[in-house]
Structures are given as C-alpha cells and as structure tokens.
C-alpha cells in the first residue's frame, strides 16, 4: 500500500523541484502579457491605458508586421533546413568511432563556443570590403562588388552564412550521438542480404534516427526563430527591412522607442508561433516514440 | 602634505610654468609623472573649493552609471582629486557603448536607486524626462546653497546649455524659457570634415566648402587616388545615421525633421523640394563614392577607415577625426580637419551636434550630493585637467577654449582643428524637434535611406512614403 | 560495411577537409588576428604575413592596456571568472534538478506528465526579452537584482530546458531491466538510481552538460540588464573594445580565444565520455 502510493508519487517528486524553479518564470510572464493589451509606451506615460486587443489588431494592417513575420519564418526555414541536411552529412562522415573522427567533431565545436555576438563582430570584419579576407578572397575570384551583409540582394545569404557556421555544429554533435547510438543489427542484416547503401539510409538510418533529427531540430528552431545576436550585430535589421526579424523589431521597440505594448505583443506573438510549431514537433517525436515502444 | 610640489603645482596652474617644466621639476623632486597628474588634479580642485563648503557632503557614497569613453577615462584619472576634496566615496559601473544606452534604459525603467549620476546625450533625455526618470537640474542650478559661487553656468557654451534643455512639450523650442535642465553638458562633437592630407595633395584638391564641390573633390580624389574610396558617412539602421554629417548638411539648407504647427501639432517635413533635392546628392555621394558596405557602416567603421587609410575624408564628427590622428593608426598625423557649409548660399556651417552629459537619476537617494558632483565633473578645473592631459575633447566651456595650453596642444597636433571648431560653434546645436518619437522616426529615416541607396524605391517616392508614415504615427501618438 | 573503397576513401577525405575548412578557418583567423596590433589587421589588402604580438593577451591577462592617452584597467580576467561562475553553478543546478525530471518522464507514465514536461520545455521558447523586462522590477523588490544567485536562476531558462530532453531521451535508450536486475536483488528505488541508472548515462548527461554550458556561457542579455558591472560575463566584457576611438580588433580577438579556452579544455577533457556517451548503443546490444 504504501509501495504503491510510492511509486505513483515518485515522478511527481522528481519533476517538481525542476518545474518549482520555472515557475517562477510565469509571473513575469503573466506580466508581460497584461502590458501587451495596454497602450503603453514609457515617454509617453499619461496616454497608458488598457486598449485590450488593439496592439493585435494592428498587426493585421500592418505591412511591417507582415514583413517580419515573413523574414522570420524564412530565416528559420532555411537555417534549420541547411544546418539539419549540413549536420547530419557531416555527422555521417564522422560516424565511426576513430581517434581522428572524434577529434574533428571536438574541433567542429569550435564556432558554437564562440559566442554569437562577438563571431559575428569578426565576420563582419571579415568581410569589410577594404580589411576583410573574405572580401579580399571574393575579389580574387572575381566578386569584386560583392556587398555581403549591406546590399538587399545579399544579406540574407551572409547572416546565414554565419548562422550556419555558428550552430551547424550543434546540429552535428547531436546527429552523431544518434547515429551512434543505434543498434547494429539491423545493419549487418542489411549488408549480409546485400541491400543497397541508399537504400539502408532511408529506409533503416533515416527513419530510427528521427526522434534525433527532431529534437536537435527543435532547439534550433526554438533558437532560430528567436535570432537575435547575429543580425542585430551585422545589420541591426536592414539593410531597409531586409532582415527584420521578431526579436530584433521587439528589442528596438523596447530599448529604443521604449514601447513597452507594443513590444510585449510582438514577443507574445512570436511566443505563440513558437509554442504551435514547437507542440507540432513534441507530438511527432512521442509518436514516434509511442511506434518504437510498440515495435520493440 | 608636500608643500614645495603644491608650490610648483599653483605656480603651473596660474600659468607660470609649463606642463614640462612642471613634470621636470615634480621628478627632480622624486615625484612621478602619474602622481604629480593627482597633485594638478588637487590644486585645480582647491580652485573649485575656495568660498565653498566642499565638504558638505562628507561620508556620502555615489554610484555613477559610465560609458566606456575617452571623457570616462579622464574623469577616472581626476576622481582621487574630487575625492579628497569632499571626503565622498564614488563608486561606478561602466559599460560598452555597444550595450551603454540599453544598460541605462533597463536600469532607470526598473526604478532602480542604484546609481545616482549617469552619462547621456540630449536625444535620451527627450525619452527619460518625460518618462520621469530624471530630474530637473534648474532647480539646483540656482540655488546658491547648493551650488557654488564659482561653478559659472555661464561659462557653458550657450548652444549646448540650450540643446540639453526641453520643456517636455512636444516640438517645444530647446532652450525656451520654460524649459528644464534635463541634463548637464560635459563633452560635445559636432560634425565637419575631417581629411587625410596626403591624399589629397595627391589629387591636387583642397578641403571643400559645399555639396556641389564636395561631389567634385570626390570624383577627383576617386579617379587620382588609387584604392581608397572618397568619403565616409554612417549608413546603419539606426538614428545614429541621421545625426552626424547627414542632418548637419541637411540643416544648412534650412531643412527640418518636423514642422511645428500653430495649435503644436507635428507633422512631417521630410519631403519638401528642398529635402528631395538633398536627399538625391546624398544618395547619388553614397553610391558613386561611399564605402562599399555603408548600409552596415557606424562611427567604427567611419573612423577606422579613415584612420588605416582606406577612405580620403569623413562628413562625421570633429572628435571621430581627432581620434583616428592618435596612436596605432596607420595614418596618424596624416588629418587635417575643415568647416563645411553644405548650402553655397549659407555664411556659416550649421552642425548637429552629439553631447555627452550627466544627468542626474529621479531614483537617487542622495540628490543633493549628486549635484554636488556633477559641478566638480563639469566645472572649469576638471575640464581642464582633461582637456590639457587627457582626450577630454570638445570642451564644453569657453574659459577651456580659450586656455592657451589646450590650443597649443590642438594647434600643434590637430591641424585646422581649432578653426573648423571656432567656425562652426555659433551655429552648432541640436537641429531635431524634441517629441518622444525620436529614435522611431530616425530609425525609419535611415531604413529609407537604406532603400534609396540599394535603389529599392527612388528617392523622391521614399520620401513621401516616409512622410506618410511619419505623419500615421505621430497621429497615433497624439501628437500629429 | 566496413569495406570502403579507394574512391570513398578519397571522397570523404576531401569532404572532411572541406568541412574542416570552412568551420576552421574563422577560427584559425581569429586566433591569426589575436597575436597581430590593430594597425596590422587593418592592411589593405588584407595578408597572412605577420610579426607576432604577445601585447593583446598581455593587456587581457594583466588587465592594463597602455594608450597614448594613458593606462586603461580592463576586467577582462573578472568578466571570464562571472562567466566561469555563472555558467557552472547554472550547469550544476541545471543537472541536479534536470536529470531525476528526464529520468521520471522517461521511465514513468503519469497524470500531467506530458504536460509537465512540455512546460518545461516551453520556458526555453519564452522570448527572453519578454520576460526580463517585468523581470527586473521583481528582482529590484525582491533584492534579487544584481545578484549571483539571481542570475543563476535565470540561466535556468537556458539550461534546464536542454538538459531535461537530451537526457530524457538517453534514459529512454537504456533498458528498464537492467535496474529491475538490480532491484529486483534487493536494492532500493534511490540506491539503484545511482549506482545503476546514472552511471550508465553519464556520457549523455556529460554531453547534455557541454552544451547546456556553452550555451549558458554565450549568453549576455540576461546578465547585462539584471547585474551591475562587476558581474559581467565576457560576453559583454569584449565589448569594451569597441571603443571611442576604434574597434580594437586585436583585442577582441585574444578575448575570443581566452573565453573558448575554457570550454575547449572542458570538451577535450570530457572527450572520452562523449565518445562513450555517443555509443551508447553499444550498452544496449
């Protein structure tokens, strides 16, 4: 009897002292999201008042809005789709356990170490046109115009250059841990009946390592869509509104404009993006995981 | 205490002897060129002390929220002098410019009482005097228990003393007889050109003097000076865009941000004929002979391209050139500096200018003290001790302008830079509107900018969508 | 599959190289770059050749950095040591209360327990942002404004999110019967969970704690708005060398490099478990 009142306890004990320490998390939270139903802007403190949905309400006729909404879902799109296909071949490559494999991986980890704001300081230098190897490198093959981060055409191209170079690894080192940590049997069946290589992969690599792809997949879409450090350092947003993204446009309205609404509703906008898109992954991968239990 | 060096420090002081021979004489008498810093720093505090109580305020400890700046340097140097003058404790946080304003931002609207006195520049007072995180320096400035006979607010260049005084209302005059002291001014820069000699001899041209001139010394030096590209602005997304040489060129056409109607709305004037016409030359400077990167380009990259010698001039602020002439730049002692009046038609330049100021936190518990700080920081003696010794550079008072050891020292290194200075000071001020919107209608300015230059939209349309624009929001604000 | 042929071999050897270029050479550029002054990483064009400076770590490590305009202190070493603190102590609490969570969500089936753990993972997905500024009005009236222990539980939004799931997903990896086995000879629920559960994911929780920790040290939003200046990460540390009067590029990088130094020599010392770690596999069979 109390055996079983133990053991039904027991996953609650565990878990709470880690959501006790988050939840205190929510009251600010709870705060934020009465400040986004007011107008409320701190240089302009006598028109504060509750105005309820209208913060929202303007988003839908506001092209700046869409516009960011638009960069942001690209941005994450295109980081999270070339670093989950980069990551995963590089950790294909790596995937035998050899002293010189496991070093590369090690070294790889470099640009994730570097902090994002300070990387993409020197890639900025690095492609200065006057100073910048990149620059220089770039003209030597003929780019000679080329404007990296300050023409329209081009920035998105360099700020994901530079976001790929910083969280591919992450990507990576995640992969390999599951490449790794599959079983070996089916393989070795595999090669004894001769099947195909690109056949094993997609039809045994690819679909046991998924529950991988996914959650490495989900912190970088969590970080991606919240990119902040990277373009605000190498075009605070622009050129124009080329790369105005959620965080960005929420950050200059609170520490610029010191819109605190407006701000507040930009982010829990953002918030509610990332919270669909994040349950979408969480229900995939325990189906996914519901399948294995099933099957194994 | 040492009473020949205090001899030898008042005989420097009342100029009867150079810094030199001071710095001789001091390590004859075994004191070292640091100390003997300290030593000026006393006897100059002991002018400010005479026929005032300086240590009022004995015992009481100050926080200051600082920048990393060349002025925060030198304020550190002298802080021991202030010090011992008033038996008070100073402690102080500083942070990089690259984070400074946000740091300042997220502390005062958290009423937050830790620090006392901070550094700011007129723009943000237009947001943290209406906000109530600063307090009204008048109020201390006259009353004569608190602040001290000699203090002289007088002496404050009379341009600067207005800029870094609104009365809160928007599109209010600066400097208005209602007007509060939001701030007090403590180093400034205004914007001119700053050139590298060589190169321009090369081309065989001279600094000038107009748009239309400046377009054709670019064109010369583009064709006559390999490898180097002619002229440096900002071209980030960020009001920080708009204030230096772009507003200053701007004004000197009579141009203007805003118009103030009769009844006090706002309303945008960014799209006049002679804004266009203005607005096209930039542009048209920009892309034929700007840095290729502009659109990432802030004062860093204006002043480190000027300084390794890869662009022949900047359009930016006097003290971004000054800099770039000092130590571990390729092209130090290589800049000359200029006047420039955008507009033919104009007698003088008309310079925007960007003041460092103190402002005094509404949230500080110890008012009184901090005032008692802020005189000692932007008084006469501290301002010369920084402008002799160290990179306290512009000055914000006339009796520091006109001490001879400072203009010998810029006279000698600087060349030009005392005349583009003494030129331009009348006509220099803040040539915005003060309203709470500021920094949202500069941002957008330069987003437009940005569009015009990589040809998105033609300068003309631009600017009326951005009047447009201007116009929605300062409605939304009540303001329009 | 262990038969590659001449042609694969080359193949992956010239992809591995490539790989290695592009992730490498910033790097390698910085580290170039943080032996050079200023004065010679702004060439025109740009050139690998150099005298070797030891000044920029010297002024890091000594914190002082001699200008014209005189000596200027630097807290360089004090922002690495906030970075070291914060991000360990973050860690620590991070694993203490994160493992026993992924441990409970991977073994049992409860009321809410999904739920729970999507709560958890939903604080990584709050904009920081949107929770720092009411944040710092509560620290103020708590006194937890400008305090070690402040942030640290902040960093937890960081921290425990990842942890919570990476290593959730290792437990789930490692068979159930294995502790029945041990229970099962009369050990208690605590005793097998330690001796049993936890060695045999130490690897994943080592990896899990690399990450957390890199990612708990490339933070700076959270520190610069809630501490004063003398608990300051490097992260905003190096940026005191974006100054007035130029970018002192040569300084920030050494600044680069001395701040990986730390997590390197943590991921090199903790190599072996992450091999391990990365072939758990092989416990299962």
Known sequence: MRDAFRRRALPYLLSLPALLVCIGILIPFGTAIYYSLQRYRLNLPHLRKMNWGENYLKFLTDSEFWNTLQVSLAYTGLTVGLELLLGLGIALLLQRSTRFNNFVSILLLLPLMTAPALAALMWKLMTNPNFGILSYAASLVGFEDMKWASDPSTALLTVLLVDIWVYTPFMMILLLAGLRSLPRQPFEAAALDGVPRTFVFFRITLPMLTPYIITASLFRLLDSIQQFDIIYAMTQGGPGDTLMVFQVEAYLQFFQATNIGKSAALLLVLWVITFILSNLFVKQWLRLREQAQGAG | MYEKEQDRVQAYLDGKMSRRELLRSMSALGVSAAAASTLIGLGSTRAFAAGFDAMQHQGTALKLLLNKHPYTDALLANLEAFKAMSGMEVTYDIFPEDVYFDKVTAALSSRSSEYDVFMTGAYMTWTYGPAGWITDLNEWIQDGDKTNPNYNWADMLAGLRASTAWNGIPGGALGSADAKQWCIPWGYELNNLSYNRNMFDQAGVSAPTNMGELLEVCAKLSTDVEGVYPIGVRGSRSWATIHPGFLSGYSNFGE??????????????????????????????????????????????????????????????????????????????????????????????????WIWSLSMSNFSQKKDAAWHFMQWATGVEHGLFGAQQMDFVNPVRQA????????????????????????????????????????????????????????????????????????????????? | MDHQSTLERVVRGVLIALVLLFFMFPIVWILMMSFQ???????????????????????????????????????????????????????????????????????????LGEDIAFTLLSFRFAPPLLVLLPLTLYFQELGLADT??????????????????????????????????????????????????????APGIAAAGLLAFIFAWNNFIFALVLASADKQPVTVGALAFVTASGIQYGQIAAAIVLSITPTLALALYAQRYLVEGLSLGAVKG
Not at chain 2, 403 to 431: C, M, N
Not at chain 3, 62 to 89: H, K, P, Y
Not at chain 3, 177 to 196: C, Q
């Open chain 2, 256 to 353: 203007r941000d805003l118009t103030v109607g009769d009844d006090g709305t706002l309303s945008a004037a960014m799209n006049t004929d002679g804004s266009k016409a203005f607005h096209r030359d930039w542009v048209k400077m920009i892309q034929e002979y700007g840095p290729k990167n502009w659109s990432t380009y802030t004062w860093y990259q204006v002043g480190t391209d000027l300084g390794a010698g890869a662009s022949a001039m900047i359009f930016d602020a006097d003290i971004l050139g000054y800099f770039m002439n000092g130590g571990g730049n390729k092209e130090t002692g290589n800049i000359a500096y200029a006047p420039f009046a955008a507009n033919p038609a104009a007698d003088a330049p008309t310079p925007n200018v």
């Open chain 3, 37 to 111: 002054t200023n004065e010679q990483i702004l060439r025109i064009p740009p050139s690998l050749a150099f005298e070797p400076t030891l000044e920029n770590y010297q002024a890091l490590i000594t914190g002082r950095l001699e200008t014209q305009a005189g000596t200027l202190d630097i807290r360089f070493m004090s922002n690495l040591w906030n970075s070291l603190v914060l991000s360990v102590c973050s860690v620590a609490l991070a694993l203490v209360l994160g493992v026993p969570a992924a441990y409970a969500f991977a073994r049992f089936r409860f009321r």
């Open chain 2, 400 to 480: 520091v302008w006109d001490d001879s050891t400072f203009r010998a020292r810029i006279d000698e290194t600087y060349p030009g830079y005392l005349h583009q200075h003494d030129v331009s000071a009348p006509g220099a001020q803040i040539y915005f509107t003060a309203q709470p919107l500021f920094f949202d209608l500069t941002t957008e300015w330069a987003a437009t900018l940005q569009k015009m230059v990589a040809n998105e939209v033609p300068v003309d349309e631009g600017l009326d969508m951005l009047a447009e624009s201007v116009n929605n929001q300062l409605a939304d604000a009540g303001l329009g």
């Open chain 3, 148 to 201: 070690y222990i402040g942030l640290i539980w902040v960093y937890q939004l960081i921290c425990l999110p990842l942890i919570l799931w990476i290593v959730r997903g290792y437990f789930e990896d490692v068979s159930p019967d294995i502790e029945h086995a041990y229970r099962t000879a009369g050990h208690g629920w605590l005793t097998t969970f330690r001796r049993i559960s936890i060695p045999l994911t």
